[in-house]
């Protein structure tokens, strides 16, 4: 199981240090790992009872939870509200929606992807959410994902480099979209 913060840091400390002591006590008390809906929604009434209590602020920090356990594969996102759901796909944080259009547009090719093509996916996604004058580099991105029979594993660095390479091969320049989506749309009527 990892995490995915948008947000205050301290703010994400906290909740990772209280996930990770959940995790603890579910595997001294019942011998197993602890399912990741059940962490999810233990952050999520964590997190809501600090915007009913006075002198108490919501954190201010967004998380996703991505894991693997006996149910399959979970991609939790946990909002400040409180409100936790479960996602295919999702982004969160700054800039996100475009990301978010690009997930809803292909998320049903997902389920017959390698990882690889999984990670190239996700790659442009964040693509997606540059500004025009950045580039998506080996120093400004990290890659974190989970499976069956697969820890928690996160790609930065040099490790990143080969699935950069793969992503710009075939893909649009930074903030272009997809080029393929823009030739099928109809062009739009305009009154005179």
């Known amino acids: 199981m990892g995490i995915a913060i948008a947000g205050l840091t301290s703010d994400a400390r906290v909740l990772s240090t209280y996930m990770r002591g959940e995790a603890m ?18 952050l999520g009434d964590k997190a809501q009872v600090n915007t009913q209590r006075y002198g108490r ?25 409180g409100n936790y759901f479960d996602y295919y796909a999702i982004s969160i944080g700054a800039r996100s929606q475009s990301a978010k259009t690009y997930l809803e547009k292909y998320f049903e090719a997902f389920a017959d992807t390698s990882l690889d093509e999984l990670i190239v996916h996700g790659l442009r996604a964040l693509r997606d959410t540059l500004q025009q004058d950045k580039e998506l580099n080996a120093t400004n991105c990290s890659i974190g994902f989970v499976g069956k029979d697969e820890k928690w594993t996160v790609v930065e660095g040099d490790g990143l480099q080969r699935f950069l390479d793969m992503l710009n091969a075939d893909a649009p320049a930074a903030g272009g979209g997809d080029a393929a989506a823009a030739d099928d749309t109809a062009p739009m009527e305009t009154d005179a």
């Open 25 to 42: 006590r579910s595997r001294m008390v019942f011998n197993r790992a602890l399912p990741v809906q059940r962490i999810a929604a233990s």
């Open 57 to 81: 602020r919501p954190y201010g920090v967004g998380l996703l939870i991505a894991g693997f356990d006996e149910a399959g594969p979970h991609l939790y996102e946990v909002a400040p509200s």
